[in-house]
């Protein structure tokens, strides 16, 4: 019998993961408290949730908070942004579903949701292989009005892109590293090791 294997899924967990817990470890470089809302362990493919009064909405990964501000943080880790060709620009994007339920959380709750992507740069398929790496992000409430596109080619609902230029550079890639007391270059790229 040979090792496990391990499907998609389980590299993406893995992958997702590791980002999350890089992130988390950068804010808390910068005096952050964070809160993950939920264990590490997915139950049955569900993912946190947030319950309100007669309804559940799929909940952001993280709650963080600094003095009296604080925060709902959804936390993706990829490879690289992919080069949309229409537009002529670099974007990166998140689930439909998950984008509308995180909007509900943005809208019914008094902490804004953030949307924070770690790209470790690179090359995604049928993209230039320059694309930029590090830490970005924006608020629910810019991004809302912000969108590149969507498009029902990918996941299960389909996906929202935002282009690059609409995300806020608030890490580079070595200082993320460094929050995690990995020397500057050690690669980040779990789904190869796994």
Not at 103 to 129: I, M, N
Not at 131 to 142: A, D, K, M, R, V
Request: glycine share 10%.
């Amino acid at each position: 019998m040979g090792g496990a294997v391990v499907n998609d899924f389980q590299i993406n967990l893995i992958m997702g993961q590791a980002g999350e817990s890089s992130i988390a470890r950068w804010l808390r470089a910068r005096g952050c408290t964070v809160l993950p809302v939920y264990e590490k362990i997915i139950d049955n493919g569900k993912g946190p949730h947030l319950f309100l009064p007669g309804r559940t909405l799929v909940a952001p990964d993280l709650f963080v908070f600094k003095g009296s501000d604080a925060f709902w943080m959804e936390a993706k880790h990829k490879t690289a942004f992919s080069w949309y060709r229409i537009g002529a620009r670099w974007v990166t994007g998140i689930d439909i579903r998950h984008y509308l339920q995180y909007l509900e959380v943005d809208r019914c709750t008094p902490w804004p949701v953030w949307l924070l992507f770690l790209h470790q740069g690179g090359q995604a398929k049928d993209s230039p292989a320059d694309s930029p790496s590090g830490l970005f992000g924006n608020t629910l409430e810019f991004l809302a009005d912000n969108e590149s596109h969507r498009s029902d080619k990918w996941g299960k609902s389909g996906m929202v892109y935002w282009a690059y230029s609409d995300l806020k550079l608030l890490a580079t890639l070595e200082q993320v590293r460094q929050a995690e007391g990995l020397p500057v270059d050690v690669g980040m790229n779990i789904a190869k090791a796994a």
